[in-house]
């Protein structure tokens, strides 16, 4: 009896490890070469910027859209300062992808401004748009250029956002001193309408103008000041920035074309993040780009000819990211591929 239990004791272990050495086979088979394992997470929250904001309404469209792609991850976003603060939550871990721009990329990785304590090497998504800013005054102000606004008070963003670093460097070059003032988008308009500042910077983002604009414009006349074309070329040395002009079609207060320097806005992940799955997140996004545009008109830039064109050529892109670009043919050789 005892022999008979042995004998099949012995089978049974002789027939685990053949099974096991086919399953491992299967397996090997069955993986591409290159791909990563499936993710296991099971959710996905992206940075996105304060509410109502460009950066607002991007990530929480890119987050419906995914969500109806995607059936073991579930993606969400959560309203921040911005860039700068993006920055911050992705390398402490609260969020897994965030809205940034060039000029907050720049000082992360030069631990300049508001990461002069430590240094972060965020990688680029994709991008999908680009945003600028124009500094506005009443009709009837005394400001007549730029440099009239030295000393005086102007509204200049949340602190910590992107637009706050781009407007603080930019009167840097220019040497002009004003006094800031930190305000989130949607109490901007009140302040400038009550007359509580001098001027404020009001928002353009693919060439068209902002809410708060229509807004403001809708309550007095103002004018529009022209930046000085000098300082928009350090702008775009500094912070690779592109150059843009605003038509003055969209308002009534623009008499002629606005000379201007354009932030791209782009998606940042941490260079951790799962190859396979920093692929599909860009596949699903810039291939159901017309998903995107039925949420909100503001992400008509979000196409196969333009995802790649707001990418920052110093900074890397994630791997995963890179790979679909190449698949597809959209790949600029000018953009530096993350490893």
Not at 26 to 39: V, W
Not at 110 to 136: H, N, R
Not at 317 to 331: F, L, S
Request: hydrophobic residues 40%.
């Amino acid at each position: 009896m005892f022999k008979r239990n042995k004998k099949l004791i012995v089978l049974i272990a002789v027939l685990i490890l053949v099974l096991s050495l086919v399953v491992g086979c299967a397996t090997k088979e069955g993986t591409s070469p290159g791909t990563s394992p499936k993710p296991t997470r099971t959710n996905f929250v992206f940075g996105s910027s304060v509410d109502g904001s460009y950066g607002y309404l991007v990530l929480e469209a890119m987050s419906s859209v995914l969500n109806k792609h995607f059936t073991d991850i579930r993606f969400s976003s959560v309203s921040t300062d911005g860039g700068s603060e993006n920055i911050f939550l992705l390398f402490n871990n609260d969020i897994d992808a965030g809205h940034s721009n060039n000029a907050d990329i720049l000082n992360a990785y030069m631990s300049e401004g508001p990461f002069k304590d430590k240094k972060y090497e965020p990688m680029q998504l994709l991008s999908y748009g680009a945003l600028t800013q124009i500094v506005a005054v009443r009709a009837d102000s005394d400001i007549k250029t730029i440099y009239d606004l030295k000393g005086k008070k102007v509204i200049v963003g949340p602190p910590g956002s992107g637009l706050e670093t781009d407007t603080t460097r930019y009167f840097g070059f220019a040497d002009i001193d004003i006094v800031p003032v930190n305000l989130a988008i949607p109490e901007t308009a009140d302040a400038f309408i009550s007359g509580r500042a001098d001027a404020a910077l009001l928002l353009f983002r693919n060439g068209q103008p902002y809410p708060l604009n229509m807004e403001v414009e809708a309550a007095m006349e103002i004018r529009y000041l022209p930046w000085d074309p000098k300082i928009n070329k350090m702008m775009m040395d500094a912070t690779a920035a592109t150059p843009g002009i605003i038509s003055p079609d969209v308002s009534p207060f623009m008499n002629e074309p606005m000379e201007v320097y354009m932030n791209p806005m782009i998606l940042l992940v941490r260079p951790d993040l799962e190859e396979e799955l920093a692929y599909s997140i860009t596949k699903t996004l810039v291939e159901n780009v017309e998903e995107l545009k039925a949420i909100t008109p503001h992400l008509q830039m979000v196409a196969p000819e333009n995802v790649t064109k707001g990418l920052v050529a110093k900074f890397p892109v994630h791997p995963g990211a890179v790979r679909y670009y190449k698949e597809t043919g959209i790949w600029e050789d000018r953009l530096t591929a993350g490893k």
